[in-house]
DNA sequence: AATGAATGAGGGTTCATTCAT
DNA sequence: CATGAATGAACCCTCATTCAT
């Protein structure tokens, strides 16, 4: 039978109130942005805690149940910090899509472990359809809102060549894309130029609207 | 123009043979677009090349040159068929652009497991120099060929707002950014349409070369 | 006639407190017949309860100790139930061996799950000295209970051609072989036809006093 | 990615012809019997083997497949010596019921370690429907042919009391039940006894053609 | 070149045990 | 007395790698 060790047991224990769960989840948050998934082991995580290897079992019964509480956690902080930029902007559609845009390349959110973690899970989706899941649900919300925003756009607008679907999928993948490009290069992936990228596409796809604005 | 690619061209001359190498790289290529990276093994490979277990370790001594060289493989052939879709083309740089977003949504690139396994090996250039350098050289290439003809379209265009540089960063991440969309919402995702918001990326940045066009 | 056993009287009363230690060994026992030793785990025993995880080691200190008391349990309970079952047959010796055999092949001591915890110690009792001393206490008790009602029966019946012993051996082991067989074929297993083989094997070695019986 | 020691690896290499499989096999026995199956670890085995770590896995797959090739290992031996014994018995059944009863109590059988083992198995069945299944087909086996032998002998001793079905079940359980005493009580247990109650369970059910048998 | 049995490091997971509350 | 989060040893298993054949 197994024994613990109870005089190592004694010391490590005192920790703050931040609970056990969040800890776990943001040691895991930081181990995959600097080694990936796969080299993401429980033991780094449950190190990277400050607590003990079998503690990460115990509280999220397996590495595929932490993973994908991971994963929910970021889509959660993700699309709470995308609601609340959106209300500040109010009513005004123009200044909504621009404060969606602002919000995608501000620091908190497009820096490059937070990108790179995405961008992780997302390589995995593929294989796990439960990452999937996720991923999607984030992406359909974030979807729908620049959506209705952009009906409200083209009708104010009049005469516009996209559709409102297509103009969303655009926004969308620049957007994904120039993400990526922080991943592959960031060296020379500067934060200011990708937004005017962005804001440029609107202003051509809707310059009654915007003209004067870049 | 930019000449051949000096990677591309000596392997292709060393895959020629045919030999178990070729087939080796081909099943490694099939199991992570099946499997993902993390899941494939030796094993996999060697047994979805019809070969024995110790095979892989005698012809790529680790599993980290396998990798090496598949990702090598799969840049070069994207880049062979690149370049060849660019000579047909000819030296109107007006149909150059036009046949590389073709190229970019052609079934035979922007299929779900090429796209896959391009973006498995995204995911880990991150943690890995080696992927990110082969990556990066791909990408520069592509860039580089993108950047010259997006330059003699300024030039005829005579005014546009955006640089050579924020045209052709913008060209990347849209393509980048749909190419995800396949992986994300295959159900939803129409190469057509993909193409034709690509498309018209161009017509809006050069209204008056690429008028009635779309 | 042998006198009460002291273990049994001791354990009966501390058990007779209904506290949470009664409560443990039956969800202990509930867990072997159900799981067998080695998947009854702490916190199976303890869910069991309706009590909380530690609280088996607060009562038992470790798991083994909660086995002896749960293995000393039922043998208790085996022996307290004999003993009762023995003393309503009075002093006659014929109506105690039947009795006996009626006890041993009564529903309340021969179910698939007594059999099976029982059994289940047993299999574990050769590599578990402790295990052994119990179910050998509780061994000679029976046998020597037996023992000493065939001395009677052989010295009335004048000429048997075995011996005290051997025919004590022979019981016993019909005995146990039959519950076996219940473990082992439970579906066909006939507590009826087990109970007579056993008193045909008393008439056939007791023929004179048992005549007329089956 | 783990890598083996190349210096530690060359030494240990070479054995006896004897398959792997064998030996693996072979020294989980030894093990069952001198710690039971829970205390029976993949390293026990492979050490035990002369045999590395991952060797078991390799061969066996999981733990609970080497467990299950064990028992049919044991079973299929337990069956080749019984047939082996009955075919030299002949076609008398006087001489082949004896000789079963021989075998049961021969050393090469009646042993503590394969006792052990086999009722450790046992011990298992009932949750384990894949041992159990084992189980039941070694004792169909066994169980039929001892049926066909007492129908023959009841046939001719023209008076029994008991079926073959109840005769067949009485030295079945009465085998069992002193192989259990073996077990219990190994230094009190005399095969040459347990022999004898076995005959004479023979003889008194048929006495005129067993009569001086003993 | 090719095979495939063998190696062994390392990972995920379980669970008896401890202890602050 | 009771709780349940935390500990850590030990297990099973995977798999890249080696090497005799």
Request: proline share 2%; net charge positive; charged share 25%.
């Amino acid at each position: 039978m197994k024994k613990a060790n109870p005089i190592l047991t004694k010391n490590l224990r005192n920790n703050s109130k931040k609970t056990s769960n969040l800890k776990l989840i943001n040691s895991t948050i930081r181990s995959i942005s600097e080694r990936g998934i796969n080299e993401t082991t429980m033991s780094n995580v449950s190190q990277g805690a400050g607590l003990s290897q079998g503690i990460v079992n115990f509280h999220f019964k397996t590495k595929e149940l932490l993973l994908i509480e991971t994963l929910k956690f970021i889509s959660n902080e993700y699309l709470a910090s995308f609601q609340k930029r959106l209300q500040k902007a109010g009513d005004d559609p123009q200044k909504q899509i621009i404060s969606i845009i602002d919000h995608d390349f501000d620091k908190k959110i497009c820096n490059r472990d937070k990108i790179a973690v995405w961008y992780t899970f997302l390589g995995e989706a593929k294989f796990k359809p439960v990452y999937m899941q996720i991923c999607k649900e984030r992406d359909e919300y974030y979807s729908g809102t620049i959506f209705s925003i952009f009906s409200i756009l083209i009708n104010k607008e009049k005469n516009t060549n996209l559709s409102a679907k297509k103009l969303t999928s655009c926004l969308l993948a620049l957007t994904m894309g120039l993400w990526l490009d922080q991943l592959v290069d960031s060296e020379n992936f500067i934060r200011q130029e990708a937004r005017e990228i962005c804001v440029d596409f609107v202003i051509k796809n809707f310059p009654k609207q915007f003209k004067g604005l870049s």
